[in-house]
């Protein structure tokens, strides 16, 4: 069955530190794997897609890590911001014709300060 | 450039009624889709269209009806509103269903079916 699973569902941190989320898929044939960004009352806002052959993207603070073998990819966040607070959700992309997508149900990430 | 707007940003309704979610987009985007995300869950495609005339059923259909008219809107029909289906309604489009293009998502509208 093709899935996505998040962890940690939650988790809350202090301003100025760093976190990683973790995304493990079942999903096959693989694409690619977006990270989305969804402030409260918004949509979803992509922050860094990985294909098959790439091990670590950066966006700014945001860095994105792939292990296609093992079927992971994870968040990283440094320095982490007020901003920051939102849910983080991992989508997966089986390339199908359809360019079916399957989602992750999010980390809820809440920075104090 | 909005992006992709939608309309409205909240609703109640009461069992059995209906109503229709608007959803336009000013990018020239031939393919969009309408997605609910319930509590704690992942989104799930009720529909998408390749472009005006042409939609198909995604994922969890069921309740639903869509159209597309023009390139620029894709309704959303609830006909008699039940409580599952309460949730929020994502709509997204995209410039082709290629791999690696992006999809584009409205801020949503926050439905309670009562």
């Known amino acids: 069955k093709n899935q996505v699973e998040q962890s940690p569902q939650s988790l809350i941190i202090l301003e100025g530190k760093n976190c990683t989320l973790q995304?493990?898929?079942?999903?096959?044939?693989?694409?690619?794997l977006r990270w989305y960004k969804q402030d409260t009352g918004r949509g979803p806002v992509s922050l860094t897609i990985?294909?098959?052959?790439?091990n670590t993207k950066s966006n700014g603070r945001y860095t994105a890590t792939l292990d296609a073998d093992t079927k992971q990819s994870s968040l990283h966040i440094t320095a982490s911001q007020l901003s920051d607070s939102a849910s983080y959700i991992c989508?997966?992309?089986?390339?199908?014709?359809?360019?079916?997508?399957?989602f992750g149900r999010g980390t809820q990430l809440t920075v104090w300060p | 450039n909005a992006g992709v707007t939608q309309t409205p940003k909240f609703r109640i309704l009461k069992i059995g009624q209906s109503m229709t979610l608007q959803c336009t987009q000013d990018?020239?985007?031939?393919?969009m889709y309408w997605y609910r995300q319930d509590p704690g869950m992942g989104l799930k495609l009720i529909y998408y269209?390749?472009?005006?005339?042409?939609?198909d059923k995604g994922e969890v259909p069921n309740g639903y009806n869509v159209s597309r008219s023009t390139t620029e809107d894709f309704p959303l029909r609830l006909e008699l509103a039940a409580p599952s289906q309460t949730s929020v309604y994502f709509c997204?489009?995209?410039?082709?269903?290629?791999?690696?293009?992006?999809?584009?998502f409205g801020p949503g509208t926050r439905l309670t079916v009562l």
């Open positions: 997204a489009s995209s410039y082709s269903d290629r791999d690696y293009n992006e999809q584009f």
């Open positions: 995304c493990n898929y079942t999903v096959s044939p693989f694409s690619n």
């Open positions: 990985m294909t098959f052959s790439e």
């Open positions: 989508v997966v992309n089986r390339g199908s014709t359809l360019g079916r997508l399957y």
């Open positions: 990018m020239n985007h031939n393919y």
């Open positions: 269209s390749v472009g005006a005339g042409i939609t």
